[in-house]
Each structure stands twice: as structure tokens, then as C-alpha cells.
């Protein structure tokens, strides 16, 4: 990854350049990709991670660094309906090598990654509930060190009608 950085970096641009040199920011989860960020990019961008990750991430990066990471949201305040559907989500991630380290890193164990996670799992990864209960999950990344937060919906429903994007705009 080092030498592809440096290698992204050394290629020739033969366009129109941009006002600003654009930042690079890469994916990250663990320490070693985090050290990388800080030290050869602008900052971080760890997907599908909990506010404990991210208070990790922010020791790890340092203050200059950005930090940007991605919270899967799901409007839902069943509670079972809500881990329903975010499992189906999780699924594909939790048969990803670089996904599972990362979670039994963060004190996770087999049993929380198994038949498409614990309710401990789904609830440390998923933000669900109430416009008030997603915004204080996206709140307890930004306390940790979050730069920015992208929300990732995921709708109960499949679609996403106008009373769900009323909802999800009160987050921002």
C-alpha cells in the first residue's frame, strides 16, 4: 500500500489541475493501515465501524490527521426488526478477513461474528431507533474523534420514501 501511495502520488495528472491539491484519505481499520494514513495520507477512512473504533482510530491518527468514518443507520425502532435487517447487511462483511480482525481487535469474539452477529455486535456496528437515538450514536463517533461521519441508510422497507429522508435529515 506504501509504495502504491507513492506511486499514485508520482503519476502524471494531465488535466486541468484543480485549485487545490486533493487529499488523500484511504480506507483503515487497523493500526498498521492507521499509521499509514496519518503518516503518508490526509487521513482515514474506516468503514463499518463502532464509536470505539473511531476513539482508536483518532489515538492512533494523532490530531492532524482526518478522520472520516462510516456508520450504517437504519431507521427502525423495533428492536428486532431493526438487528433483522442489519444483520442481512453484516452478512457479507463477517465472512471478510479484514472486516472480522478488526472486530475481534475491538473486543469482539467468534461467537458475536457467528449466524450474522450477536445483538452486542449489531448494536456496537448499526446505529437503529429514533431520529434522537441515531444522532446520539453519530455524536458518540464525533466525542471519539470523528472529523466527519458518513451515515450508510439501510431501509426495513427496501426503499426509501420521503418520511424516511425527512427523518434522516434532522441528523444533519
Request: glycine share 8%.
Amino acid at each position: 500500500m506504501r509504495t502504491y501511495l507513492e506511486k499514485m502520488a508520482a503519476s502524471p495528472y494531465q488535466s486541468v489541475p484543480p485549485s487545490e491539491t486533493p487529499k488523500t484519505v484511504i480506507a483503515a481499520l487497523g493500526p498498521k493501515m492507521l499509521e499509514l494514513a496519518r503518516d503518508k495520507c490526509a487521513g482515514a477512512h474506516p468503514y463499518f465501524v463502532s464509536p470505539d473504533h473511531t476513539r482508536m482510530a483518532r489515538e492512533v491518527l494523532g490530531s492532524g490527521p482526518l478522520l472520516c468514518v462510516e456508520q450504517k443507520v437504519v431507521l427502525e425502532t423495533d428492536a428486532d426488526t431493526a438487528r433483522r435487517v442489519a444483520r442481512g447487511v453484516a452478512q457479507i462483511y463477517l465472512g471478510l478477513p479484514n472486516y472480522r480482525n478488526n472486530w475481534l481487535r475491538m473486543g469482539m469474539d467468534e461467537n458475536d461474528l457467528e449466524n450474522g452477529g450477536s445483538d452486542r455486535f449489531i448494536d456496537a456496528t448499526f446505529a437503529w431507533g429514533t431520529p434522537d437515538a441515531i444522532k446520539a450514536r453519530l455524536t458518540q463517533h464525533f466525542d471519539a474523534g470523528a472529523d466527519h461521519v458518513c451515515i450508510q441508510p439501510v431501509n426495513p422497507n427496501g426503499t426509501f420514501g420521503d418520511l424516511h429522508w425527512e427523518a434522516l435529515q434532522q441528523l444533519i
